[in-house]
């Protein structure tokens, strides 16, 4: 099984599904308070940079992500042969840089079972790092984002140390404080390799000025370094962690790895709500677990897990919106084709997901997304 946040949940079945996990016990009703507190402004987390507008996890990215407003940049984490965190959205680095064209590597070419799946191309824990920063950065989604594609071949590949440093640079310069929000990719299968990453992780955030004291949330698809991390944290009050969500019929990659029997929508029971509050403070879950879409391709009824996330005392971040046609919900499509980018598409569908009380959520286009939120919060 392979993760990735370019999946939409789109089904039906799905649908119901989540809208039983999520009230049975947990969403159902829940009374307002008698006065109503003031509405807290939402997270604005820039999914991988700004992914929609240059190649991803490039400083490029980031700088555009913090230039339009982003709250949080997001790095995802693999390990290099020689154990440093890079940020890659995936160890297979075939998609989103020039390996493939490098004569030098083509003997690194591989075929690896990562968290289920067969892949064959090039992976980040076959190179060094000094070896990763002689290759370029690429728009992963080709000519659906012309002006990120117009960037390839320009930009280096990035540690979250130096990611760290950058952000430190741009939030004393622009006067505001910016998060990151790391995510930890294949925490099992790097730690089966002999490159585990949370204690690598815990070592920067010592040494890390920004990483000790700026706003830092951590998030896996898997439970058990979550688990094993909050005692870890428990001191560090910069540190939340995240527990991210797929699709409700398959098991977590440390779950399926370990033969535990166990689902993502057995994390999203009334009981599974209340042991994920005990270790994290957000839960993550795709857009469509929160507003699924119906036969139509149009928004259906909220599925509840929002309200029973919040009863159980879990923040609820989602992911991710993107700006084009592809991925948008059917009401809020333009005709300008399937790959048109739809900017006051993107803005519309992003509010009526804030209406289901989100309290952050992922965006490729953080500029996009704080036109959102103004506009939320100004009504």
């Known amino acids: 099984m392979r993760l990735s946040r370019r999946g939409l949940l789109r089904s039906g079945a799905d649908a119901a599904l989540l809208a039983s996990l999520a009230t049975t016990g947990a969403g159902a009703a829940i009374a307002a308070p008698a006065t109503p ?16 507008l240059r190649p991803e996890h490039t400083l490029a990215a980031y700088a555009k992500a913090i230039q339009d407003g982003a709250d949080f940049v997001e790095p995802d984490l693999c390990s290099t042969k020689d154990g440093v965190l890079v940020a890659r959205h995936e160890n297979d680095i075939t ?13 690194r070419k591989a075929t690896k079972t990562i968290d289920g799946e067969k892949l064959t191309g090039w992976f980040t824990e076959d190179f060094t790092f000094a070896e990763l920063k002689t290759l370029r950065a690429k ?31 741009e939030s004393a310069a622009r006067g505001r ?53 909050k005692p870890k944290v428990s001191g560090m009050t910069n540190v939340q962690l995240m527990q991210l969500v797929g699709d409700p019929t398959q098991p977590p990659p440390d779950f399926a790895a370990e033969g ?17 509050a005990t270790y994290a403070d957000w839960l993550a879950p795709p857009t469509r677990m929160v507003i699924p ?8 009824p909220p599925s509840g897990i929002v309200e029973a996330a919040h009863k159980a005392g879990l923040k609820v971040g989602v992911w991710t ?5 592809h991925f948008l919900a059917a009401d809020f499509r333009d005709g300008k084709g399937d790959a048109a980018r739809n900017a006051a598409g993107s803005v519309a569908e992003m509010q009526r997901y804030l209406e289901a009380g989100l309290d952050g959520f992922f965006t490729d286009d953080p500029g996009l997304g704080k036109q959102a939120i103004d506009a939320f919060m100004a009504r």
């Open 293 to 300: 879409l119906g036969k139509d391709g149009r928004l259906a």
């Open 139 to 169: 728009e992963r989604l080709g000519a659906m984002r012309p002006e990120s594609q117009s960037f390839d071949g320009q930009f280096q590949l990035v540690s979250l140390e130096e990611i760290a440093d950058f952000v430190a640079a």
């Open 321 to 325: 919106f993107r700006p084009e046609n």
């Open 177 to 229: 404080t910016i998060g990151l929000i790391p995510e930890i990719k294949h925490s099992t299968y790097f730690a089966g390799i002999g490159l585990p990453q949370e204690d690598r992780l815990l070592d920067l955030i010592g040494r890390s000025h920004q990483l000790s004291h700026a706003p830092l949330v951590i998030q896996s698809f898997e439970v058990g370094n979550l688990k094993a991390l």
């Open 95 to 107: 998609e989103t840089t020039d390996v493939a064209s490098r004569p030098e590597f083509a003997a």
């Open 260 to 276: 535990i029997k166990r689902t993502y929508g057995s994390l999203l029971t009334p009981a599974g709500l209340k042991d994920m």
């Open 37 to 52: 507190e003031p509405r807290k402004r939402p997270v604005l987390v820039a999914h991988r940079g700004s992914s929609a």
